[in-house]
């Protein structure tokens, strides 16, 4: 909560405003965003509508749904449980072991998103990172090792959210203004749809099978699909152009 006053009053809404920029930080960013968004706008000027009904718009949607957000929201609820009922360990040593799984995807997001920044490529920065969520998540289904299966669910968690940054950046290559807005939210919304899905489908697998085996390899099977869908992304014309900048 403090923290959020801190962002309030230090962070502002334009980087000509940002006082802690240099002057020539200011206007090369400045100069550089408005190039960016009179560019996208003249070779795309899509209207909101034409951004709701966008199929880009709405494979975007799904990619997120199956690459990263059904993932994460299974981890988020699910992760402790999942870590008790293979280790059998305290609800301290649980809450120790559920940590280095996100320490790692902490990592693994930075070191993605700068990769990416780099290269200027996108789709292969989101199929890799959920290649990799899904084999972590079919090792954790069958190894048993608790040291290996936090290893595996670290690679998992790494990879489901390694491709955040990458991802949430396809929107914005080509949606400005109104349509970048309806166009974000509307990707938003349905990829929110596999908090209730994701968490749910481990729930009612878990309590049929009485355990987390099924579940995983459900969880290995949904970002497989995404990486599929993401390599096959890279046919579309919209998205496939580098976006790359040169910082």
């Given at each position: 909560?403090?923290?959020?006053?801190?962002?309030?009053?230090?962070?502002?809404?334009?980087?000509?405003?940002?006082?802690?920029?240099?002057?020539?930080?200011?206007?090369?960013?400045?100069?550089?965003?408005?190039?960016?968004?009179?560019?996208?706008?003249?070779?795309?000027?899509?209207?909101?509508?034409?951004?709701?009904?966008?199929?880009?718009?709405?494979?975007?949607?799904l990619l997120i749904?199956?690459?990263?957000?059904?993932?994460?929201?299974?981890?988020?609820l699910w992760l402790?449980?999942?870590?008790?009922?293979?280790?059998?360990?305290?609800?301290?040593?649980?809450?120790?072991?559920?940590?280095?799984?996100?320490?790692?995807?902490?990592?693994?997001?930075?070191?993605?998103?700068?990769?990416?920044?780099?290269?200027?490529?996108?789709?292969?920065?989101?199929?890799?990172?959920?290649?990799?969520?899904?084999?972590?998540?079919?090792?954790?289904?069958?190894?048993?090792?608790?040291?290996?299966?936090?290893?595996?669910?670290?690679?998992?968690?790494?990879?489901?959210?390694?491709?955040?940054?990458?991802?949430?950046?396809?929107?914005?290559?080509?949606?400005?203004?109104?349509?970048?807005?309806?166009?974000?939210?509307?990707?938003?919304?349905?990829?929110?749809?596999?908090?209730?899905?994701?968490?749910?489908?481990?729930?009612?697998?878990?309590?049929?099978?009485?355990?987390?085996?099924?579940?995983?390899?459900?969880?290995?099977?949904?970002?497989?699909?995404?990486?599929?869908?993401?390599?096959?992304?890279?046919?579309?014309?919209?998205?496939?152009?580098?976006?790359?900048?040169?910082?």
């Amino acid at each position: 909560m403090a923290l959020g006053f801190v962002v309030l009053g230090y962070l502002t809404d334009r980087p000509e405003d940002a006082d802690w920029l240099t002057p020539a930080e200011r206007d090369w960013l400045s100069t550089h965003l408005v190039a960016e968004r009179e560019h996208c706008e003249r070779r795309h000027g899509l209207s909101l509508i034409q951004a709701l009904s966008s199929r880009t718009v709405w494979q975007l949607a799904l990619l997120i749904f199956l690459a990263e957000a059904f993932g994460s929201y299974v981890l988020g609820l699910w992760l402790p449980q999942i870590v008790r009922d293979f280790s059998g360990a305290s609800d301290f040593k649980v809450g120790l072991l559920v940590s280095v799984p996100y320490v790692i995807a902490a990592g693994a997001m930075v070191l993605t998103g700068a990769h990416s920044d780099r290269s200027g490529e996108r789709l292969l920065h989101i199929a890799v990172p959920a290649a990799a969520a899904a084999l972590g998540f079919l090792a954790s289904a069958y190894l048993r090792s608790p040291g290996l299966i936090v290893l595996a669910l670290s690679v998992a968690a790494a990879g489901t959210y390694g491709s955040q940054g990458p991802f949430w950046s396809l929107p914005s290559s080509f949606l400005t203004g109104s349509a970048a807005a309806g166009g974000i939210a509307l990707i938003n919304s349905l990829a929110n749809l596999s908090g209730f899905l994701g968490p749910y489908s481990i729930g009612l697998l878990k309590g049929a099978t009485g355990s987390f085996h099924s579940g995983l390899i459900l969880l290995a099977l949904v970002p497989l699909g995404g990486a599929m869908l993401a390599l096959g992304l890279r046919r579309n014309t919209v998205l496939s152009q580098p976006s790359h900048t040169d910082f």
